[in-house]
């Protein structure tokens, strides 16, 4: 997966507290009102809505895209599903951090001899993406970070990786901890990866995954 998805919509944020209600887990937080971003692209260390664990129920608020680097001014925004439990970054939000980060779709660019080509990818029914991350409080703010996995289907065609996409009923089996890491590796979530008209950074984009 690139460093971009899209914002949610007003609808599709409906629709997400709608399928939280439908779980058995209880909505016992729900924080997120409105974006501070404009409708589009969110790109790196913008804000969006995460789902996550709370006491006994879930919570729906908003956090920054990105962790903060100790060392420099950049951000980790992606977390590997392969070596998470390995690096100190991660291997405690696998207990006390995991989160779901909701999308209607994500973009990667394929290298080409000539540059780059923009796509986007969404689920083959049409429905909302729930891509599976870690969070944790840095201060005052809460950060997010996205799981990848070597890629699959049609994403394989054009890069080596792609999100961690749970199913609606593996919501709460990922943020109660039983679905583990290396569980992921043997979980596929087709989608369907179509060209974008609009490509006008394809030269500069570069891919965070």
Not at 131 to 153: C, H, P, Q, S, W
Request: hydrophobic content about 35%.
């Amino acid at each position: 997966m690139c460093g971009r998805y899209t914002v949610l919509t007003e609808d599709e944020i409906i629709e997400i507290r709608e399928i939280l209600k439908n779980l058995s887990m209880q909505i016992v937080r729900d924080d997120f009102e409105n974006y501070d971003e404009k409708p589009g692209e969110l790109f790196p260390t913008n804000h969006a809505p995460v789902i996550t664990k709370k006491d006994n129920g879930i919570a729906f608020e908003s956090a920054k895209w990105g962790f903060k680097k100790w060392n420099s001014s950049g951000v980790i925004i992606n977390a590997r599903s392969e070596t998470m439990k390995k690096k100190s970054t991660f291997s405690h939000l696998l207990e006390t951090g995991r989160c779901i980060v909701p999308a209607g779709e994500f973009f990667e660019w394929e290298r080409l001899p000539t540059g780059k080509k923009k796509y986007y990818a969404k689920d083959k029914s049409g429905n909302l993406l729930f891509m599976a991350g870690l969070y944790r409080d840095n201060g005052d703010e809460r950060e997010f970070v996205i799981i990848t996995k070597e890629a699959t289907g049609e994403m394989a065609k054009i890069h080596a990786r792609i999100p961690v996409i749970l199913r609606t009923d593996q919501i709460e089996s990922w943020l109660t901890g039983e679905i583990t890491p290396e569980d992921i590796t043997n979980m596929n979530y087709d989608v369907n990866v179509t060209p974008c008209e609009d490509d006008d950074d394809k030269q500069v984009q570069i891919s965070l995954f």
